[in-house]
Structure formats: C-alpha cells, structure tokens
C-alpha cells in the first residue's frame, strides 16, 4: 500500500515534470518562430532598380523603375519617396509608390523630367536618391541606392 502510493506519487510528479516540460518546448519553439520574423521587420528595405542611369535631352522625358527585394511585414506599408539631387533641373513623378506584402515584387514606374531652362550648360549630371517611410512604428533603414540622370543641354 505504502508502496503503491510512493508510486503514484512519482507517476503525478512524473506527469507535472512532462508538463513543465511540454510548456518550456512550447515557449522554445514560439521563440524560434517569432524571432526572425521580428528581426526581418527590422531588416533594411533594398531596392529593386530597373536601371542606374537615364539619359535625357533638356525638355524631355525619361523613366525608371523600381519594386522592393523583399515583402514588407505583414500588414506594413513602405513609401518610397525619390528625392533630386536639384529640383530646378529635374522632376519626378508621381510623387511616391507604396508597397505592401501583396505588391511588393510588382515593378512600380517614375517618370523624370528634364526642365527646359535656357542656360547653356553643356551636360549636366543629376541623381534621384530615395526616403522611405514604413506604416509601422519604425523607421526603416534604405539600402543605399541611387539613379544618376544625365541630362543633354538643348541651348
Ligand atoms: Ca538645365
Ligand atoms: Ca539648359
């Protein structure tokens, strides 16, 4: 009798030790599973560029274009902003793109414009940088990309 109850006694202990053990596994695993995904929400975002360099003749139009290299977190956002390097000599339209997980990979296209000004200036060399912005409380670091536009002088 005492026997058997000293049994039972280490088979409940046994039980309350596989418990504590299933909870720990099941803590482990929801860390393994989490963490890169939390760390990827921090990752850089990388731009995809169609191209580096656009030529233009002052007055006219040329265009890139551009998707993200990896899908945002699930429900974020990220804009991208293109910024020149002289707005009085070129422009961009439209004035950003967005992207979300379902778009990210689809190529979203800006248009330059090289203003006509009547100075002569030969060549000039321009360049668009980009700001990026993301829905989430973060601030997203941009893997430093940029698209040079050279621009053929008409005076
Ligand atoms: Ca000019
Ligand atoms: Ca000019």
Known sequence: ?????????????????????VVLLALIALVILIAPRAAK?????????????????E????????HLDAPPAQGERITITPIVSDPSQIA???????????????LRTFEVYALD???????????????????LTRTPELSPRVVDIYVNDND
């Open 1 to 21: 009798m005492i026997m058997r109850k000293g049994l039972s006694l280490s088979v409940q202990a046994a039980h309350a030790y596989t418990a504590r053990l």
């Open 41 to 57: 929400a921090q990752s850089a975002v990388v731009l995809h560029l169609t191209r580096s360099l656009v030529v233009i003749d």
């Open 59 to 66: 007055g006219g139009v040329g265009y890139f274009a551009l």
């Open 92 to 106: 961009v339209s439209p004035a950003s793109r967005t992207f979300n997980a379902s778009n990210w990979s689809a």
């Open 117 to 135: 000004d009547s100075t002569p200036e030969v060549f000039e060399t321009n360049f668009v940088r980009f700001y990026v912005e993301s829905s």
